[in-house]
């Protein structure tokens, strides 16, 4: 038979296409107890910007409904959002092994919100922020409360207090009362929906969240004695600023006083450095202690290094990486295959101003 072309003139090509996940940034979730809006046993569904009323309807399912037209309802806006079921007997030692059931199902989300919101929820808020903070992957948590105990300096029961205690560093909590506030009935206000999603369609800590003007929640009515209050807990607020149409939550930070916006932009970095390593693994033909997979290393962190000062998170000129020359590396470390180096990186923090107090002097001159 002929000679195939093939076997003089062999040309192979090897598709290095693979790429690694990006963990999921820009979602939020809201845990609810109505059962009727999943099918079969699913754990979680996906409900989308244009189609959400009917999906979840006012008539029946009313707070989740004012959650979700909070959440799409702003200037800007995600596209998509997520419901997470629980159970009706739902209690705080069976909360995780519930959430697993959902991530079990590939629900993916960055923030994670609760439908209640009254001192009966407490329980089931505080399982909540404690289940975010051991999770796995990088997420917050943004909590909304009315209980009148976020007032008092005396009482430990609040979810604010019990979060800030307990030093839940990636969950913030929103107080707004319910009733009528200034002629506008706050009962079925969703502040948290609003600032998720209004802040999440934004580049990873490229913004503040407080100063951002938000749709369908109004002023929470408050005094400067009670806002104080409220801040000495670590509680966000909404406010209108006053002969204006503004209104916005402040200060929009987590409740150990960390801002979201950093929060959210250190996750980004780090998320991103995952996968960029992994990526580089997928197409370099060896990892190895040497030199030349260090370089490449140091130039991955110095990439997003870049992108974080680009974004404003860290100032910029601050970011430094101090990888170890590959050499000094003991055989023992080596031979694991494991390259755990600590502090290879730093850089200084670039902190958003709140509020601002500027005081200066006049004076008469001489002639």
Not at 126 to 154: C, M, P, R, V
Not at 234 to 253: L, S
Not at 265 to 274: E, I, M, P, S, Y
Request: with cysteine; charged share 20%; glycine share 6%.
């Amino acid at each position: 038979m002929p000679t195939p072309l093939r076997r003089r003139f062999r040309v192979d090509t090897l598709l290095l296409d693979k790429t690694a996940p990006i963990a999921v940034l820009n979602v939020a979730a809201l845990i609810t107890k109505s059962d009727d809006l999943f099918t079969g046993r699913a754990r979680w569904i996906s409900v989308f910007e244009d189609d959400f009323s009917e999906t979840v309807p006012a008539a029946t399912h009313p707070v989740e409904n004012a959650w979700l037209r909070a959440y799409f309802g702003q200037a800007l806006r995600p596209t998509v959002a997520l419901l997470v079921l629980i159970d009706d007997e739902t209690t705080a030692l069976r909360l995780e092994s519930e959430l697993d059931q959902a991530v079990a199902q590939n629900a993916a989300w960055y923030q994670l919100h609760y439908v209640g919101n009254a001192a009966a929820d407490i329980p089931l808020q505080l399982a909540i922020a404690q289940y975010n903070q051991s999770f796995e992957e990088k997420t917050q948590t943004l909590l909304l409360t009315n209980d009148a105990n976020a007032f008092s300096g005396l009482a430990t029961s609040d979810i604010g207090y019990q979060c800030r205690n307990n030093a839940l560093e990636r969950t913030a909590v929103i107080f707004h009362p319910t009733g009528t506030v200034n002629g506008i009935d706050l009962t079925a206000q969703r502040p948290d929906g609003a600032l998720a999603g209004r802040m999440l369609p934004t580049d990873e800590g490229a913004e503040q969240w407080d100063w951002k003007a938000l749709s369908l929640i109004a002023d929470s009515g408050l005094s400067e004695s009670q806002q104080n209050a409220l801040r000495t807990k670590g509680y966000n607020f909404v406010e209108q600023i006053k002969n204006t149409t503004f209104i916005h939550v402040f200060p929009a930070r987590l409740c150990t006083d960390r801002e979201i916006r950093i929060q959210w932009g250190a996750d980004w970095f780090d998320v991103n450095v995952q996968a960029s390593l992994a990526n580089y693994a997928f197409r370099t033909p060896l990892m190895a202690f040497d030199q030349d997979t260090f370089t490449d290393v140091e130039a991955i962190l110095y990439n997003w290094g870049a992108r974080a000062e680009a974004r404003r998170i860290i100032k910029p000129g601050s970011f430094v990486v101090t990888l170890p020359d590959p050499d000094t590396i003991p055989a023992s470390v080596r031979a694991s295959g494991i390259a755990n180096f600590n502090n290879v990186y730093e850089a200084e923090l670039n902190s958003a101003i709140d509020q601002w107090r500027i005081q200066g002097t006049w004076k008469v001159g001489g002639v």
